[in-house]
């Protein structure tokens, strides 16, 4: 059981946005940043978003972060086949002192 | 450009141990904390540790700590992952990652890990 709860699926068609939430508490997102991960299958991690919603670069700005509360969104407009990956968020957790991740959520391009 | 290059995977079993290795090039060493963070088969990612760029700070996760050391070797480029008293669980893709900024948790650039099979 993850300390961030994502969904384990999410979906779209080519061109839609699709949003992937993570969700945690007062002591991981509510006050830390948040980041997310792209995991292209058979591959290491990419950063993808960084301090809620910057992003590297290299990153499309079809891409975007966001943070309310103990909360986390990642947004991927103009969907594209090779986004179709595994994605992950993470933030610091002040009671566990250490990172926690979500438990990734698979993204199916239809 | 940023390279890090994990070694030292393998099979061991269940008790022994190993250590992994990660060689680091393209930046400043010093400047960057690092961290491993692994990932069994078909599950998630797991953080593991922090070491700071000197070496005198460290951090762990519940499930290493006191079985794991994550050390450097500044004048080596190359972070280290000690690994004792193994268990079956810590089958796993072993990645070191480079953290990004000074007090942030960003892992800006992986290597492409090493497996490590306890069975």
């Known amino acids: 059981q993850s300390v961030l709860t994502q969904p384990p699926s999410a979906s779209g068609t080519p061109g839609q946005r699709v949003t992937i939430s993570c969700s945690g508490s007062?002591?991981?997102?509510?006050?830390?940043?948040v980041y997310w991960y792209q995991q292209l299958p058979g591959t290491a991690p990419r950063l993808l978003i960084y301090?809620?919603?910057r992003r590297p670069s290299g990153v499309p700005d079809r891409f975007s972060g966001s943070k309310s509360g103990t909360s986390g969104t990642l947004a991927i407009s103009g969907l594209q086949s090779e986004d179709e990956a595994d994605y992950y968020c993470?933030?610091?957790?002040?009671?566990?002192?250490?990172?926690?991740f979500g438990g990734g959520s698979k993204l199916t391009v239809l | 450009q940023v390279q890090l290059v994990e070694s030292g995977g393998g099979l061991v079993k269940p008790g022994g141990s190993l250590r992994l290795s990660c060689i680091a090039s393209?930046?400043?060493?010093?400047?960057?904390?690092m961290t491993w963070v692994r990932q069994a088969p078909g599950k998630g990612l797991e953080w593991l540790s922090y070491?700071?760029?000197?070496?005198?700070?460290?951090y762990y996760a519940d499930s290493v700590k006191g079985r794991f050391t994550h050390s450097r070797d500044n004048a080596k480029n190359s972070v280290y992952l000690q690994m004792n008293s193994l268990r079956v669980e810590d089958t796993a893709v072993y990645y070191c990652?480079?953290?990004?900024?000074?007090?942030?948790?960003?892992?800006?650039?992986w290597g492409q890990g090493t497996m490590v099979t306890v069975s």
């Open positions: 007062s002591s991981n997102i509510g006050s830390n940043t």
């Open positions: 990652a480079r953290v990004g900024v000074a007090g942030a948790n960003e892992f800006d650039f």
């Open positions: 993470s933030a610091w957790d002040d009671t566990l002192n250490g990172v926690v």
């Open positions: 393209g930046f400043t060493f010093t400047d960057h904390y």
């Open positions: 301090a809620n919603d």
């Open positions: 070491v700071s760029g000197s070496g005198s700070v460290t």
